[in-house]
């Protein structure tokens, strides 16, 4: 079957760095993506992988180990708007994603 | 910024009425897409659209009922549904040619039924 893992929920502190972890297990891959869904509103897209390795955009960025099944974002410098759910979603082979049911995280002062 | 228009954006039907969602996309993009999301649980994609064409559906129950006019335009019937549909129900588009795939995603129809 198919399957996309990551936390429930996570808290952080405004000013830090969290890492939110994503693991798959999907019939086949044509990459991965993260998206940003604040309360009420439409998931918005924050990255795409495909290759192995990091990618860096401003304050967030997203790794790829695709022998690992295994990808994570890293959120740096971390503001009381970044508090959202963060949804992990793998393409199949068929073009189709996969999602997981997302990381709610919460930022404290 | 999105560029995919949901309507209405709060519905509450009892189970015997008959109603639609629709979406417009504004992006020129190829394919377009429902997707139910209920509290906890994963994005479940209900029903795909090509270029028009109808390529996927996730053995959705017959009381929900696409219709796609154009690349632009989606629509979801509703009727005689369950209390178990009451969820946000969420439009998307993406260009499923070259590559980039990401979905852009409207802001939803939060769906009561009583």
């Known amino acids: 079957g198919q399957n996309i893992d990551q936390p429930t929920e996570m808290t952080a502190t405004e000013g830090a760095i969290v890492q939110i972890n994503c693991t798959y297990q999907t019939s086949g891959f044509n990459g991965l993506f993260w998206y940003q869904q604040h309360a009420g509103e439409a998931p918005t897209f924050l990255s795409y992988n495909v290759l192995d390795g990091l990618e860096e955009k401003g304050r967030f960025s997203s790794f790829l180990s695709r022998s690992k099944g295994y990808s994570y974002l890293l959120l740096k410098e971390l503001q009381m708007k970044d508090s959202a759910s963060y949804l992990c979603?793998?393409?199949?082979?068929?073009?189709?994603?996969?999602w997981g049911a997302g990381t709610k995280l919460i930022i404290k002062p | 910024e999105t560029g995919v228009t949901q309507t209405p954006r709060h519905l509450v039907m009892g189970m015997t009425n008959k109603k639609s969602l629709k979406c417009e996309q504004h992006?020129?993009?190829?394919?377009m897409y429902w997707y139910k999301q209920s509290a906890k649980k994963p994005l479940e994609l209900m029903f795909v659209?090509?270029?028009?064409?109808?390529?996927e559906n996730n053995s959705v129950p017959s009381r929900f009922s696409p219709e796609c006019p154009n690349s632009s335009h989606l629509f979801l019937h509703l009727h005689t549904l369950q209390p178990e549909d009451s969820a946000l129900y969420l439009c998307?588009?993406?260009?499923?040619?070259?590559?980039?795939?990401?979905?852009?995603f409207g802001p939803g129809t939060r769906l009561t039924v009583t």
């Open positions: 659209y090509n270029f028009k064409e109808q390529t």
């Open positions: 998307a588009s993406s260009q499923m040619t070259g590559s980039s795939y990401e979905q852009y």
């Open positions: 992006l020129g993009h190829n394919a």
């Open positions: 979603a793998v393409m199949d082979s068929n073009y189709q994603l996969i």
